[in-house]
């Protein structure tokens, strides 16, 4: 059975064709938990523009907005993170803030081994009992060595102790190739990570925690009584660029230059009811000769994503893709579709291409619990059958089981269908 809809919104008069195809490939699972992520690991852009050069190691663009990848080179080799480690540890510490276990007033000593820390500073010591927002702004700001040690101590009771979290919460975040031997990112050997494992601790840092990613942003900063001149936040695209509102530095003799940038600029039509919105982009560049090589190339990476793609909203935020029968509910329907609104980036010009084809099981058996995924959208461009993005669509209401009559009349239609 197959019947063709048209998708709403998009842009430049988009009507993308829907196909609807009943499928048994997506076995039911009554009251499955429901899905927080849209989709385990970012998908590839369709083929687009040739990517501009770009002088370093490894690089990764991620469109955070589509969750796709827009250019990348080697994003699953091996690089030494140095300070982009400290994002790691910002997890844990805000981590730590929303469970409340610990609050931005409390305050932390300082020990002899934060004390005593090389590299970048915040320039504190033993004699001070730091509140951990200042401490936070240390670490973000300044990337400051001993104030990530004293937060390291503070939340994790031994450094060793937050270190083996660290590890354990690269795990659970599907950062596979990832080994951290220390909060904050001096030279250790086996201390790596790869680029495909940064954009996803970058994009769940963002996203978990919309309330404390905030201090990335922060421009300036110093404690009471520490050096003026150290009071840069080292992002020099927080100067530059009045879109780009993070996320970190980070340098080491062997992992180079480093920079992981984050904008965010507003576009037509990605709004609800094709009002302006806005579309993030994550620029990860590893291992660059230079201060400025790193701004420079992220820049150059994050400008050529913005106008060599264009987002296309196929659907709004919790608007249904479509809304199957039901059997064995309360209800004779359920409504499918994300939460978030439904976005795909491609090549400038080619919006008018983009088709969709929706996969789900037939029957639909209730119960569903809300969030539940059922299915799953599939986009593809032109006549390309092979989709280059795949969404889970997942129910959008709750719909109970049926009471025994009900349930045992939808039996015998089944049966005889």
Not at 67 to 78: G, V, Y
Not at 218 to 233: C, E, F, H, L, S
Not at 255 to 279: E, Q
Not at 354 to 363: F, G, L, N
Request: proline share 7%; net charge positive; with cysteine.
């Amino acid at each position: 059975m197959q019947c063709t809809l048209k998708a709403p919104g998009g842009l430049r008069g988009l009507a993308a064709t829907l196909f609807l195809t009943f499928s048994m490939a997506f076995p039911l699972a009554n009251a499955q938990a429901p899905q927080a992520q849209a989709q385990v690991q970012a998908p590839q852009a369709p083929q687009g523009p040739q990517v501009p050069e770009i002088a370093a190691r490894s690089y990764l663009l991620l469109d955070i907005t589509a969750n796709q990848i827009l250019a990348a080179k080697d994003i699953d080799s091996p690089v030494e993170p140095a300070s982009l480690t400290k994002l790691m540890t910002e997890y844990l510490v805000f981590d730590a803030l929303k469970s409340k276990k610990i609050n931005l007033k409390q305050t932390f000593g300082v020990s002899e081994k934060a004390w005593k820390m090389p590299g970048s500073r915040m320039f504190i010591d033993p004699k001070m009992q730091v509140p951990v927002e200042d401490l936070i702004k240390g670490m973000v700001v300044q990337s400051g060595n001993d104030a990530t040690m004293a937060l390291a101590e503070g939340v994790g009771g031994t450094v060793e102790h937050f270190v083996q979290l660290m590890n354990e919460q690269a795990k659970a975040l599907g950062m596979k190739s990832t080994v951290y031997k220390n909060p904050e990112g001096l030279t250790v050997p086996g201390h790596t990570t790869t680029a495909r494992d940064l954009s996803i601790l970058a994009t769940r840092l963002m996203n978990d925690f919309p309330d404390y990613i905030g201090y990335s942003a922060i421009k300036k900063y110093r404690y009471p009584g520490t050096p003026a001149a150290n009071d840069n936040n080292r992002n020099t695209l927080l100067f530059r660029d009045p879109t780009v509102d993070g996320l970190k530095t980070g340098h080491t003799d062997a992992a180079g230059y480093c920079l992981i940038a984050t904008a965010k600029r507003d576009f037509p039509n990605l709004g609800a009811a094709g009002a302006p919105g806005s579309r993030r982009l994550l620029s990860i560049v590893l291992g660059t000769t230079s201060d400025s090589a790193r701004a420079n190339e992220s820049q150059k990476l994050l400008n050529w994503g913005y106008t060599a793609f264009e987002a296309v909203k196929l659907f709004d935020a919790g608007q249904p893709v479509l809304t199957p029968a039901v059997w064995k509910g309360k209800a004779n329907t359920v409504k499918l579709g994300r939460p978030e609104a439904i976005v795909v980036a491609v090549a400038a010009g080619s919006a008018p291409r983009v088709k969709t084809q929706v996969a789900r099981p037939d029957p639909l058996v209730a119960p569903f619990v809300k969030g539940q995924s059922l299915g799953s959208l599939k986009v593809m461009l032109g006549d390309n059958p092979a989709p280059f993005a795949e969404v889970p669509l997942v129910a959008l209401e709750t719909v109970e089981e049926a009471g025994i009559l009900g349930r045992a009349w939808d039996a015998i239609r089944l049966w005889i269908k």
